[in-house]
C-alpha cells in the first residue's frame, strides 16, 4: 500500500517539475525571443549559451533537476508533439521510453 503511494507521490512530484521547467522555460523565450535548442537543452536555463542575447538567467536557482527516478528530463525543441513549442519528457517509473507511465508536457496524463 506504502510503495503505491510513494510512487504515486513520485509521479506527482515529476508533473511539478515539469511545469516549473516550462515556466523557466517560458521567462527564457521572452528573454532572448526563442526557446533553448535542443542542443543548448535545459542547461540553458542555467548557463548562459553562446551568442544568445538578453539571456537574464539562471531561470531555474538550484540547477536543472532530474525527474524523481534520477533520469534527466527530455527536451527537444521544436518539438514533434508541440510543434510550435518544445517536448518535455520524462519517463517514468520504468525509465523506458513509450507506455503508460511517461510523464509529459502534451498529454492529460
Known sequence: ??????????????????????????????????????????????????????????????GVPKDPWGNAYLYTQPGENNTSGYDLLSFGPDAKEGGEDDIDNWSEN
Not at 27 to 32: F, H, K, L, Q
Not at 39 to 52: R, T
Open 1 to 62: 500500500k506504502f510503495t503505491r503511494r510513494s510512487e504515486q507521490a513520485r509521479i506527482t512530484a515529476a508533473r511539478t517539475d515539469i511545469a516549473n521547467i516550462e515556466v523557466a522555460l517560458d521567462a527564457y523565450e521572452v528573454d532572448t525571443g526563442a526557446y533553448p535548442t535542443t542542443e543548448q537543452g535545459l542547461l540553458a536555463l542555467v548557463e548562459q549559451p553562446p551568442n544568445v542575447k538578453n539571456w537574464m538567467g539562471p531561470y531555474i536557482k538550484r
